[in-house]
């Protein structure tokens, strides 16, 4: 059974025997079996820094850190969990500490933080235009509250499944998202009220 879904997506399930076969060889100085787990993991990992950071570089170097942290704290690890929302809990931190000291909480250069099924060509442009200025809305959040954002609105993560990934309490979870999206409703109604103009 893998510890992460056909989408990428973290499971809070029961472990990977594969995974835990992986581990117990690692910690018995196995390199061939930490690539193993690389390799497993290297592309969802990636995908989800890349969501939070934006930039293919930043992104790539923390993909990089993350397996290097992993590595060094494997022994740490409860072979009794799964080992996707593990490592992943180690990426999400490592991109919010990023944006942190880089203080990226501007608009940058759009990138797809939305499912490609819903920014397909057949969107029309007013639908494209909104979602690029939502991008670059979420852009502008702190880096606690854009984790908190993506990881409810991409990965479809439970306030509890966000608690555990960010080591949070659940309320500090939930009354983070509430200021999210209360900034985002502010920035995003002059947009949303052009649209209604226009359509009248």
Excluded at 32 to 50: D, E, G, T
Excluded at 85 to 90: G, K, N, S, T, V
Aim: proline share 4%; glycine share 4%; hydrophobic share 40%.
């Amino acid at each position: 059974m893998s510890s992460f879904s056909k989408n990428g997506r973290p499971e809070y399930g029961l472990p990977s025997q594969e995974d835990r076969a992986a581990i117990l060889a690692v910690l018995k100085d196995d390199r061939q079996a930490f690539a193993q787990i690389v390799r497993k993991y290297q592309r969802p990992i990636y995908a989800a820094l890349r969501r939070l950071v934006r930039q293919h570089e930043d992104a790539d170097d923390l993909v990089q850190e993350c397996f290097v942290r992993a590595y060094q704290h494997l022994h740490e690890f409860d072979l009794a969990r799964p080992f996707y929302p593990w490592l992943y809990r180690i990426a999400i931190n490592l991109a919010i500490s990023f944006m942190r000291k880089r203080k990226r909480h501007t608009a940058v250069a759009s990138v797809d933080v939305f499912p490609s099924a819903e920014r397909g060509p057949e969107a029309g442009s007013e639908f494209q235009e909104f979602y690029q200025a939502l991008e670059e809305a979420i852009a502008r959040l702190p880096a606690e509250q854009r984790a908190l954002v993506l990881l409810r609105t991409y990965e479809g993560m439970s306030y509890q499944e966000m608690s555990e990934t960010l080591g949070l309490e659940l309320g500090t979870v939930m009354s983070r998202l509430a200021r999210a999206r209360e900034k985002l409703r502010s920035w995003m109604r002059p947009y949303c009220e052009t649209r209604t103009e226009k359509t009248r």
